[in-house]
Nanobody, 121 residues
């Protein structure tokens, strides 16, 4: 099982990024997928999740600026982030949950290695 996240980088405030996470080794279309993030010195926090059929749920700070989507044919989940802010800085992780979309990281079965997002001028 592997979840390979990519797309992070150094971005100026107000910029955009699209993170990708390619899954392998399990039946991707049977899993809900989620994105979490962790800033240095802080606990990991939920960002967004998407169910098998495409329904989505966002943490309150992510509504309006973040868009989660998935392409089951490509075994890939995406996180588009608009109008990036310095407080968005952190490592972004994708995760897979067999039982359905969840806000709780402990309920996810598989995790990727993370991709660093740094928002700074």
């Amino acid at each position: 099982v592997q979840l390979q996240a990519s797309g992070g980088g150094l971005v100026q405030p107000g910029g955009s990024l699209r993170l990708s996470c390619v899954a392998s080794g399990f039946s991707f279309s049977d899993y809900a997928m989620g994105w979490f993030r962790q800033a240095q010195g802080k606990e990991r926090e939920f960002v967004a999740t998407i169910a098998w059929g495409g329904s989505t749920y966002y943490e309150h700070f992510a509504k309006g600026r973040f868009t989660i989507s998935r392409d089951n044919a490509k075994n890939t989940v995406y996180l588009q982030i608009y109008n990036l802010k310095p407080e968005d800085t952190g490592v972004y992780y994708c995760a897979a949950d067999r039982l359905g979309p969840s806000l709780q990281g402990d309920e996810y079965d598989y995790w990727g290695q993370g991709t660093q997002v740094t928002v700074s001028s």
